[in-house]
Antibody, heavy 117, light 107 residues
């Protein structure tokens, strides 16, 4: 069974930093590209970042470019999102999601990030 | 960036109804169009990928079609468990983008 388990969310002040983690199991992690997707309270879905399994290529949403960094450790079956210079508008549930044919096949349960003073 | 616009924003329907949700892209997205279902408090579930391919385990009452800039998700006979919010998503080019969502409510 495929499982994606996020952690690392919490309350952080504006301008602060947070590192999210996602541990994967039930599939060959190193063979799959991965994503972070977020959802602000009561709002729709927003793709955040992508990291390709084959060559490590990385892409970001304009809203997070220069502030967030996606990375992966295939030896630990883990995906990360380093979030710096956090803003109130970054408040959201953050999901990691496995890529399949450029769609999001499997999702974690999400971790809530709240940016507030 | 490619903007994805879904219509309607919400639809009120009865069990057994046929429901059609449309998704229009601001530019052509080839076939890299997916549909998701999300229920309150839950992560989304993939229904359709590559415009019309049904994800394993998804009931056959769901179907997707379209090309270029115009796509549809059809639920042929609405079931009680289908009341949810539906999103389209393009993966033609980065940044990948979602539609704003369509809420399917009980009539």
């Amino acid at each position: 069974e495929v499982q994606l388990v996020e952690s690392g969310g919490g309350l952080v002040q504006p301008g602060g930093s947070l590192r999210l983690s996602c541990v994967a199991s039930g599939f060959i992690y190193s063979s799959h590209s991965m994503n972070w997707v977020r959802q602000a309270p009561g709002k729709g879905l927003e793709w955040v970042a992508y990291i390709r399994s084959s060559d490590g290529s990385i892409y970001y949403a304009d809203s997070v470019k220069g502030r967030f960094t996606i990375s992966r450790d295939d030896a630990k079956n883990s995906l990360y999102l380093q979030m710096n210079s956090l803003r109130a508008e970054d408040t959201a549930v953050y999901y990691c999601a496995r890529d399949y044919r450029y769609s999001f096949l499997n999702w974690g349960q999400g971790t809530l990030v709240t940016v507030s003073s | 960036d490619i903007q994805m616009t879904q219509s309607p924003y919400s639809v009120s329907a009865s069990v057994g109804d046929r429901v059609i949700i449309t998704c229009r892209a601001s530019q052509a997205v080839s076939s890299w169009l997916a549909w998701y279902q999300q229920k309150p408090g839950k992560a989304p579930d993939l229904l359709i990928y590559a415009t019309s391919s049904l994800e394993d385990g998804v009931p056959s009452r769901f179907s997707g079609s379209g090309s270029g800039t115009d796509f549809t998700l059809t639920i042929s006979s609405l079931q009680p468990e289908d009341f949810a919010t539906y999103y389209c998503q393009q993966a033609h080019s980065f940044p990948w983008t979602f539609g704003q969502g369509t809420k399917v409510e009980i009539k």
